[in-house]
């Protein structure tokens, strides 16, 4: 029944790992994304894709790197993983075609790198 | 209890009291605003919106205000419950609006709130 799910919900590695996360939206929509939550709870979009086409890529390190194999999958791909990479990773989704669509948001992945 | 914007992380309430949760958003261009719920342990979750060409928008318990003159946007919460208590962020849209969506939210430092029973 969750319509945004992400796994792992916690990931605990090391420095220069190599980790992915998944996510998967039940919901139907067309655009799905990345964001990022810091310690001090900022959020800040890393990626968007809509229809399996990145629509959005703001300044994110080329270590991470999203993969969208159909409209309702965005997976992320984090190489060489650093101590600065260790947050909490949200995945979102909404319908592009419908105004005022909210996002909806999955209940992230804690990522500690140590 | 009022917070006084982003400065003020923290706003604690009785229950029952009404609440008062404000933003002071940055691009005068924005034209989508949308505030957020995140409990702990959980993802943001939608609350509330309101398009620049309104003023105000109010739902179940929950008002939102938008000032543009001052580029300022407030959430009022009426009859704060236990529930209620989260950290809630406000969002502006500031980027090219692709087909509706909020691709490109820009989300504020958020507002915890405390209810007191």
């Known amino acids: 029944d969750t319509a945004v799910s992400q796994t792992p919900k916690y990931l605990v590695t090391q420095m220069g790992n190599d980790k992915s996360i998944k996510c998967e939206q039940n919901?139907?929509?067309?655009?799905m994304y990345w964001y990022k939550q810091d310690s001090k709870k900022f959020l800040k979009i890393m990626f968007s894709?809509?229809?399996?086409?990145?629509?959005i890529n703001e300044t994110v390190p080329n270590r991470f790197s999203p993969k969208s194999p159909d409209k309702a999958h965005l997976n992320l791909h984090i190489n060489s993983l650093e101590l600065g990479d260790s947050a909490v990773y949200f995945c979102?989704?909404?319908?592009?075609?419908?105004?005022?669509?909210?996002?909806?948001f999955g209940n992230g992945t804690r990522l500690t790198v140590t | 209890g009022e917070s006084v914007g982003l400065h003020l992380p923290t706003l604690s309430v009785q229950e029952g009291d009404n609440s008062i949760i404000n933003c002071a958003y940055s691009?005068?261009?924005?034209?989508?605003f949308i505030w957020y719920k995140q409990e702990s342990g959980k993802g943001p979750q939608f609350i509330i919106d309101?398009?620049?060409?309104?003023d105000k928008r109010q739902g179940q318990r929950v008002t939102v205000l938008l000032n543009k003159t001052v580029k300022h946007l407030s959430l009022q919460i009426a009859a704060t419950q236990p529930g209620d208590s989260a950290v809630y962020f406000c969002?502006?849209?500031?980027?090219?609006?692709?087909?509706?969506?909020?691709?490109?939210?820009?989300f504020g430092k958020g507002t915890k709130l405390s209810v007191k029973p």
């Open positions: 969002a502006e849209n500031i980027g090219p609006n692709y087909g509706g969506s909020q691709g490109n939210l820009i």
């Open positions: 691009n005068s261009a924005s034209d989508y």
């Open positions: 309101i398009r620049s060409n309104m």
């Open positions: 894709y809509n229809n399996k086409e990145l629509i």
């Open positions: 919901l139907g929509h067309d655009t």
């Open positions: 979102a989704s909404s319908q592009v075609a419908r105004p005022n669509s909210p996002l909806h």
